[in-house]
């Protein structure tokens, strides 16, 4: 149960780290509409867009946490 604890306080960490690196990544696209208004698609775009940024930091979260594994196991070896 302490395991799954741990992995799902990880889990929520990564979901509130993933969100302000899916804004910076919008935001450093910078998309303008083609019109006055941004259209219903390209509406939908920017939303796709968000949630694929969200999904890489949460994978950038993870593999953060991988590689502190790995610099935390080889230290404790040696």
Do not use: C, H, N
Request: glycine share 4%.
């Amino acid at each position: 149960m302490k395991i799954f604890a741990r992995e799902f306080l990880w889990f929520i960490t990564a979901i509130i780290l993933a969100l302000p690196v899916s804004y910076l990544f919008i935001e450093y696209l910078s998309l303008t509409p083609a019109g006055d208004q941004s259209t219903i698609y390209e509406q939908t775009f920017e939303m796709e867009l968000f949630i694929m940024g969200a999904l890489i930091g949460i994978i950038f979260t993870y593999i953060m946490r991988l590689v502190i594994w790995a610099i935390k196991k080889i230290l404790i070896e040696e």
